[in-house]
């Protein structure tokens, strides 16, 4: 719900979770693959394997997406790319390169979910990065703070990164001390303030007018924003371990680490959504230097789903890595009284090679498709597509002209699913292309 007269989201946050290199978007919409006749082999999907949410026009992968508790409030979204590259692509995507964050579409979200309270010290970690990670095509660690445009909102609203688990924990304190703020009491006392006034106020009402719009305004925001419980990182934490990485298994519980596990950096969002005032998280898997999963390094393959070599296919990355992690942020968000909208999205879709010849049988080439896939979660939303794909060559929307072509239709769908006015959405549709609106609940 918005704040009193401030225009804040409060009771409401966003997790983007991006995978690069566009496999997901294989198992968002697994029909269209599935009906892509011998080209399905090299994207693993077949009638069998592929689960209806419902009555609706969503049909996900089985074993995947298809098996989140959510589904039923997850919508797919198609959108229109302009470029296959992924550092192109991936600016398009988010207003940022994997290397660097600027005035991108999550903080200017944030910017708009905190309105006109924004207070540095209170919304210092309004737009925060979970963990650490490597961009395709390179494997050093670099600044992913850098200067902001003259005109962007709110400047000093900046996204914070937490690169290891001591500095996310040092960022929140528990607010059930001694010393913390009686709202409801507070608010109790006021109104009886208001009410003992009331004379007074009447009788020099245009004098008065400040005060009695003051007292109106205190009293709803206290009563507006119940007291958050400070959950322990300990207490989230064992919902995300055991979650296995390349015949191991992930301990987000190691307090001491850098946060580069994907289950950790969920965790860590829950963490940062439930006790740092975090309203938009970011997630970004792919690890650094070789360390941890090596599993998330290589969601660019250009095999086919297999993933070539021997190793562990895609589906079962998904299986094992991404999809208990989401599971758990998901169901426990669901639980949390946060009205949390979880995006899960990519630079592009994957696209079957042009250069391999008809019957080759398992065919072991993809290639960077020419459309995007997302998927939001949450209450504010309901199953179903937009994402009608032509999954030949190099995938592109069946109907490309009909979208925008870049990625504002969903950050606009995301901000009307938290509750921004028009007024207060940053970001547009062109009027009569896709707005995906038929995916709000």
Same mark, same amino acid.
């Given at each position: 719900m918005a704040g009193p007269s401030t225009g804040e989201i409060r009771g409401k946050a966003v997790c983007f979770v991006f995978l690069p290199g566009g496999w997901h978007g294989r198992f968002l919409t697994?029909?269209?693959?599935?009906?892509?006749?011998? !080209?399905?082999?090299?994207? /693993?999907? $077949?009638?069998?394997? $592929?689960?209806?949410?419902?009555?609706?026009?969503? @049909?996900?992968?089985?074993? *995947?997406? /298809?098996?989140? *508790?959510?589904?039923?409030? #997850? /919508?797919?979204?198609g959108i229109r790319t302009t470029t296959a590259d992924h550092p192109g692509a991936q600016i398009n995507m988010a207003g940022f390169s994997f290397a660097e964050l600027a005035d991108c579409a999550p903080r200017r979200l944030a910017a708009a979910m905190v309105g006109q309270a924004y207070d540095p010290l209170a919304h210092a970690n309004a737009c925060a990065l979970l963990?650490?990670?490597?961009?395709?095509?390179?494997?050093?660690?670099?600044?992913?703070?850098?200067? +902001?445009?003259?005109?962007?909102? #709110?400047?000093? +609203?900046?996204?914070?990164?937490?690169?290891?688990?001591?500095?996310l924990l040092g960022a &929140?304190?528990?607010? !059930?001390?001694?010393?913390?703020?009686?709202?409801? &009491?507070?608010? !109790?006392?006021?109104? &009886?303030?208001?009410?003992?006034?009331?004379?007074?106020?009447?009788?020099?009402?245009?004098? $008065? *007018?400040? +005060?009695?719009?003051?007292?109106?305004?205190?009293?709803?925001?206290?009563?507006?924003?119940?007291m958050q419980t400070f959950t322990p990182y300990e207490d989230i934490a064992p919902a995300y371990s055991d979650i296995a990485i390349n015949g191991g298994a992930v301990r987000p519980a190691d307090l001491s680490g850098e946060i580069f596990h994907f289950a950790t950096k969920m965790a860590a969002a829950e963490f940062a959504i439930r006790n740092c005032g975090t309203k938009v998280a970011v997630v970004i898997d792919g690890e650094i230097d070789g360390r941890g999963d090596p599993e998330s390094l290589d969601w660019d393959t250009h095999q086919g789903i297999t993933g070539g070599g021997g190793a562990v296919s895609l589906q079962e990355r998904m299986v094992r890595r991404i999809i208990p992690a989401i599971e758990a942020f998901t169901t426990r968000m669901a639980a949390s009284g946060i009205d =949390?909208? *979880?995006?899960?999205?990519?630079?592009? $879709?994957r696209g079957v090679d042009p250069t391999d010849g008809p019957g080759q049988g398992l065919a072991t080439s993809s290639i960077h498709g020419g459309a995007a896939v997302a998927a939001v979660i949450g209450s504010a939303f309901q199953a179903g597509t937009t994402a009608q794909l032509s999954v030949t060559g190099r995938t592109?929307?069946?109907?490309?002209? /009909? @979208?925008?072509?870049?990625?504002?239709?969903? @950050?606009?769908?995301?901000?009307?699913?938290?509750? +921004?006015?028009?007024?207060?959405?940053?970001?547009? =549709?062109?009027?009569?292309?896709q707005d995906h609106a038929s995916l709000l609940a």
């Amino acid at each position: 719900m918005a704040g009193p007269s401030t225009g804040e989201i409060r009771g409401k946050a966003v997790c983007f979770v991006f995978l690069p290199g566009g496999w997901h978007g294989r198992f968002l919409t697994a029909d269209m693959h599935a009906a892509a006749g011998a !080209d399905n082999l090299r994207f /693993g999907a $077949t009638a069998g394997n $592929t689960a209806r949410v419902g009555a609706s026009n969503l @049909y996900l992968d089985a074993a *995947t997406f /298809g098996s989140l *508790t959510r589904r039923a409030n #997850m /919508g797919v979204l198609g959108i229109r790319t302009t470029t296959a590259d992924h550092p192109g692509a991936q600016i398009n995507m988010a207003g940022f390169s994997f290397a660097e964050l600027a005035d991108c579409a999550p903080r200017r979200l944030a910017a708009a979910m905190v309105g006109q309270a924004y207070d540095p010290l209170a919304h210092a970690n309004a737009c925060a990065l979970l963990g650490v990670h490597r961009s395709l095509g390179g494997s050093q660690r670099r600044s992913l703070i850098r200067e +902001l445009p003259a005109d962007a909102p #709110m400047r000093d +609203l900046r996204i914070q990164q937490f690169s290891d688990l001591g500095n996310l924990l040092g960022a &929140a304190a528990p607010v !059930d001390d001694p010393n913390a703020a009686a709202r409801a &009491a507070a608010a !109790d006392d006021l109104d &009886a303030a208001q009410r003992m006034s009331q004379p007074v106020l009447a009788r020099h009402a245009r004098g $008065t *007018t400040s +005060l009695a719009g003051a007292y109106d305004s205190a009293i709803a925001s206290l009563r507006a924003e119940p007291m958050q419980t400070f959950t322990p990182y300990e207490d989230i934490a064992p919902a995300y371990s055991d979650i296995a990485i390349n015949g191991g298994a992930v301990r987000p519980a190691d307090l001491s680490g850098e946060i580069f596990h994907f289950a950790t950096k969920m965790a860590a969002a829950e963490f940062a959504i439930r006790n740092c005032g975090t309203k938009v998280a970011v997630v970004i898997d792919g690890e650094i230097d070789g360390r941890g999963d090596p599993e998330s390094l290589d969601w660019d393959t250009h095999q086919g789903i297999t993933g070539g070599g021997g190793a562990v296919s895609l589906q079962e990355r998904m299986v094992r890595r991404i999809i208990p992690a989401i599971e758990a942020f998901t169901t426990r968000m669901a639980a949390s009284g946060i009205d =949390v909208t *979880t995006v899960i999205a990519s630079e592009f $879709t994957r696209g079957v090679d042009p250069t391999d010849g008809p019957g080759q049988g398992l065919a072991t080439s993809s290639i960077h498709g020419g459309a995007a896939v997302a998927a939001v979660i949450g209450s504010a939303f309901q199953a179903g597509t937009t994402a009608q794909l032509s999954v030949t060559g190099r995938t592109q929307l069946a109907n490309p002209d /009909g @979208y925008d072509a870049n990625w504002s239709p969903l @950050y606009s769908l995301v901000a009307r699913g938290v509750g +921004l006015s028009a007024a207060a959405n940053p970001f547009s =549709v062109t009027a009569g292309r896709q707005d995906h609106a038929s995916l709000l609940a």
